[in-house]
């Protein structure tokens, strides 16, 4: 079964420091699509990236990068020079189309930037 | 204009009453979802409807139903609310007509908190 881990919990940073958010994944799929959200406090899911599993390139937009590697199953994301509008939960999420016909979320990063 | 809507915001109830939870997206998209966030932020799969099929995450109780009147709509029934319903509803939509489902980004609805007293 897929799995998606989000093995930090919460981090805290001060506003212009760069931080990582990592995510780890599982799949037996060779087919599978990762995708980043992120949910400030007013709750609604902001759609932040998706990245098919053939394209391993990096991206950047703007202070956002993402780190795709295959090779140890992991989509980190890393913000840089943090903003105090950057505070909120980031989810990770992995779907394996073409299999398991499902989508499954990581617990989520409660990041928060601190002025 | 509001890419996915959901109706009402907030939704507080008696247990054992039944309530529905409405969704429509203007995106044009063929595929809604239904998900559930529980009180740690644990979002997870309720339904996922496309071109008239109906996926259903095998540990949704039955209570729960969705209904779909048209491809812009997925609205969420649900009977006999237990107080562990209680929790934050998304609603979302993606393009996905190839009639695989999760290929293509999903948008998501502002949420609707569902409070079972």
């Known amino acids: 079964a897929q799995k998606v881990t989000q093995a930090q919990t919460e981090i805290s940073v001060v506003e212009k420091e760069d931080v990582t958010l990592d995510c780890v994944y599982e799949t037996r799929d060779t087919t599978y699509y990762l995708f980043w959200y992120k949910q400030p406090p007013s709750g609604e899911l902001v759609f932040l990236i998706r990245?098919?599993?053939?394209?391993?390139q990096n991206e950047i937009s703007g202070r956002y990068s993402w780190n795709f590697q295959k090779s140890t199953s992991s989509f980190n994301f890393t913000i840089t020079a943090s903003q105090v509008v950057d505070s909120a939960v980031y989810f990770c999420a992995l779907s394996e189309a073409f299999n398991n016909n499902d989508m499954r979320f990581g617990a989520g990063t409660r990041l928060t930037v601190k002025p | 204009d509001t890419a996915v809507s959901q109706t009402p915001k907030y939704l507080v109830t008696q247990m054992g009453n039944d309530k529905s939870i409405k969704c429509e997206q203007n995106l044009g998209h063929d595929t809604m979802y239904w998900y559930k966030q529980d009180s740690k932020k644990f979002l997870k799969i309720m339904f996922s409807?496309?071109?008239?099929?109906?996926?259903i995450n095998e540990t949704v109780p039955n209570r729960f139903s969705p209904k779909s009147p048209d491809k812009a709509h997925l609205n969420l029934h649900i009977n006999s609310l237990e107080l562990g319903d209680s929790a934050v509803y998304f609603c979302?939509?993606?393009?996905?007509?190839?009639?695989?489902?999760?290929?293509?980004?999903?948008?998501f609805g502002p949420g609707t908190r569902l409070t079972v007293l």
């Open positions: 409807y496309n071109n008239k099929e109906l996926i």
């Open positions: 979302a939509s993606s393009q996905d007509n190839s009639g695989r489902i999760y290929t293509d980004t999903q948008y």
């Open positions: 990245r098919n599993s053939f394209d391993e």
